[in-house]
């Protein structure tokens, strides 16, 4: 139902918020030693939920781990520019998706007033 | 476990870090009669926290850990502390690293907040759609 009131724009914020989950647990991990940092490759995660597969499986197979530029001696692979900038890409991306989200149901509601 | 709980430990891990840094440098300088009784700089270590459930991973103190470094003996027989030959100890503190430390702390605790508060404001406009 609402895949098709949405479209990709339903699957797309879903992925953007496990982005943003995903990206705020690098940030916190900024000094645990041996921590691996993870990203979600955003292209393919949705192009896998277009597919057919649900978000949580699409977000689950796109999740990578981050290569790091340098690596730290204590093996953690965080590094603050880096995700920095992916949080900040994502949440616009977020707020684009959801502008989208919310012209749809503003144009349904319209339609449903009929004013 | 949500954004929430990731950001909160995180934000707590950092400041028992900066409370131990804050500790190290209250006490440098400090001075005992014996070697063993010196104190010894401390270290807070991070560990991972993954929620299985969620895929968030955050923050939790796995422990504090002393500094193995030797105290400092510098003669000082003037010094009521002194033990027999003359001697006091001194914590091995490295003012410089703990500063270094706090420095690094502050940063990260600063990250957390803005990226805190980025997805709460992000949530809001979610809940505002009507």
Known sequence: MSDSIFGIHGTALELRSQRM??????????????????????AAALKSSMAGNTADQAANAATLYRVP??????GNTVEMATEQTAFAENAVGYSATLSFIKARVETLSRAMKGD | MNLF?????????????????ASNLANAGSVTGDAAGAYRPMRAVFAQDL???TGLSTVRVQGMYRSEAEAVKRYDPGNPLADAEGNVFEAPVDQNAEMVEMLESSRQYQNMVEALQTAKQLMLETMRIK
């Open chain 1, 69 to 74: 530029v340098m690596p730290s001696l204590d």
């Open chain 2, 51 to 53: 929620d299985q459930a």
């Open chain 2, 5 to 21: 709980t990731v950001a909160q430990r995180a934000m707590s891990s950092q400041l028992v870090r900066m409370n131990a840094a």
């Open chain 1, 21 to 42: 989950g995903l990206l705020a647990s690098n940030i916190a991990n900024a000094a645990t030693p041996g921590y691996k940092a993870r990203d979600i490759d955003f």
